[in-house]
């Protein structure tokens, strides 16, 4: 007796020590595998009445007798077999032995399922031999898939079997895209965009019909700098939908297609560039070079952001030590991944003008906006148009604001939270103030009230800072931390627990990289980029 190996995730095939099986009947070989399948053991009595449901009782037990001995004379089983047998045959029961040298391709996908679901969010701040491993699993298990769960297969004349055979290819049509998607999202993550896009394509070929998947494939080719071959693929998307589901795509996936007609992709990389790491692969004009664990950071929270746990990021450094660069590849990641982005500036010379950070991030994306009064009813619209008075040409026929200074502050505040709640509602939102240090004071207030309310809301959105490093910003800086109930730790390598630390803290006059967290309930990350 020899290992016994099932490929069912296509037409079936049984394999017996280096041999493939040739059934006599499809009974025997639809009995094998229901039997590898379902596991432990079943009465005879629902077995032939699943496998032989026309006759009478006495005509089902003595077909399954003459098709069990035929499967055991396939299988080499005797009486005398050494080891134990596959099938655990008793008087009333019929089973297979899981344990006797036996494998499905079912399985492997399943165990590469069951690591995927472990590891949510970004892989990139996994140990690097616990990602290696997924990898491998994962790229094992995409492998298998030769067609859907017994493709071809069926027995006419046995509806339980094939009613048992469709809800199994529902179900592990549904395991095999889970290991598609999270592989390509992996491949994504470490910008081997090439390697992602093969992987994404294969999971089509099997799930044509599938929307999430043309959903990364168009923004794989958008990282790529291919805008063309995104908008072919939502084209490809839209008219499967049309001819399979007479459907269109959804929301989520016209508006992605609308954002990379409008945002400009990335720079196409050389054809002879090596694949690197995300965070030297694919986004503006050059590598980010030793920056791969503040990237990381801020990829990790951006999808921590993305279940609704609203997340503030503060990257702090020296003048031109690459904050707004850091800043910026992630903001272009982010973008392709389908984030809602605004960006603001604070100047110097501006603090005299209220507001003049949030007005620079806000206007550029109201004004992209067809229908601003679908965000807003025109009671928060008239309140925001104390930041945008344009708002008061495009409606004419707005409210005025209340007009009590006690409580319009407060009014004009919630008014850009319900934008921005009605924005990350669409998409994560991730908004960006670059040069916080110079924000002016009403700026500075918008956006601690925003961060508490999208918390208490559980507002799907990142808010991302930079601050020049310095003892002229320090007090900056530590009222940013105040707002989160923490403090800015002066030495760096303070600021994280002993265990958490990622390399020894630089010596003095030696410049250094390093990730630091502000101690506190997770809310704020800070990021010292030296």
């Not at 995730?9 to 025997?28: A, I, M, N």
């Not at 629902?46 to 069990?68: M, N, V, Y």
Request: proline share 6%; with cysteine.
């Amino acid at each position: 007796m020899g290992d016994l190996y099932l490929t069912l995730l296509g037409p079936p095939e049984v394999r017996h020590g280096d041999q493939v099986l040739l059934f006599s009947t499809r009974k025997e070989l639809a009995l094998l595998i229901y039997l590898a399948v379902e596991g432990g053991v079943h009465s005879r009595k629902k077995l032939s009445e699943q496998f032989w449901p026309e006759g009478d009782a006495g005509h089902g037990r003595a077909a399954l007798r003459i098709t069990l001995l035929h499967l055991r004379h396939m299988l080499g089983e005797g009486a005398d077999v050494f080891p134990v047998p596959h099938l655990l045959i008793k008087r009333d029961t019929l089973g297979l032995d899981l344990t006797s040298a036996i494998e499905l391709d079912l399985h492997i996908l399943l165990e590469a399922c069951t690591s995927a679901r472990a590891s949510t969010g970004t892989t990139l701040t996994m140990p690097e031999v616990a990602r290696r491993r997924l990898l491998a699993q994962l790229q094992r298990a995409t492998g298998l898939p030769r067609g859907e769960f017994l493709e071809g297969f069926s027995l006419r004349d046995a509806p339980a079997f094939d009613d048992w055979v469709r809800f199994q290819r529902e179900y592990w049509h549904l395991r095999t895209s889970e290991v598609f998607d999270r592989l390509s999202q992996m491949q994504f993550e470490a910008g081997e965009l090439e390697a992602a896009i093969e992987t994404v394509n294969r999971w089509l070929v099997l799930s044509p019909l599938h929307e999430d998947a043309y959903r990364r494939l168009m923004r794989l080719h958008f990282a790529a700098g291919d805008r063309a071959a995104a908008l072919h693929a939502y084209d490809t998307c839209r008219a499967r939908l049309l001819t399979g589901m007479q459907t269109e795509p959804t929301p989520e996936t016209v508006a992605l297609a609308s954002r990379m007609r409008t945002v400009a992709p990335p720079r196409r990389k050389e054809a002879s560039t090596p694949p690197v790491a995300l965070s030297s692969a694919i986004f503006l004009d050059g590598p980010l070079l030793g920056r791969t664990t503040e990237l990381s950071t801020l990829i990790k929270a951006y999808h921590t952001a993305q279940h609704g746990q609203t997340q503030v990021v503060l990257l702090e450094g020296e003048v031109g030590i690459g904050k707004t660069r850091l800043a910026s590849e992630f903001l272009a990641w982010a973008e392709v991944e389908g984030a809602d982005v605004l960006r603001g500036q604070a100047f110097e010379t501006g603090g005299q003008l209220p507001y003049r950070s949030m007005i620079e991030a806000l206007r550029p994306r109201i004004e992209r906006e067809n229908a601003p009064d679908d965000l807003l009813s025109d009671l928060w619209l008239a309140e925001l148009a104390r930041l945008l008075p344009e708002l008061c040409d495009r409606y004419p026929d707005l409210p005025a604001p209340v007009g009590d200074k006690s409580v319009a502050r407060n009014r004009l505040f919630e008014a850009v939270v319900r934008l921005g709640q009605a924005l990350a509602a669409r998409t994560p939102l991730v908004l960006f103030i670059d040069d916080v240090q110079w924000a002016d004071a009403a700026s500075l207030d918008v956006l601690h009230y925003l961060a508490r309310r999208f918390a208490e809301s559980q507002t799907p959105a990142l808010l991302l800072l930079t601050l020049l490093r310095g003892e002229r910003y320090a007090v900056r800086a530590c009222r940013v931390a105040h707002w989160y109930g923490t403090r800015c730790a002066a030495d760096p390598s303070a600021a994280l627990p002993s265990h958490r630390r990622r390399h020894p803290a630089p010596a003095p006059g030696i410049r250094g990289e390093r990730r630091w967290a502000v101690s506190g309930p997770g809310t704020l990350w800070a990021v010292a980029v030296y």
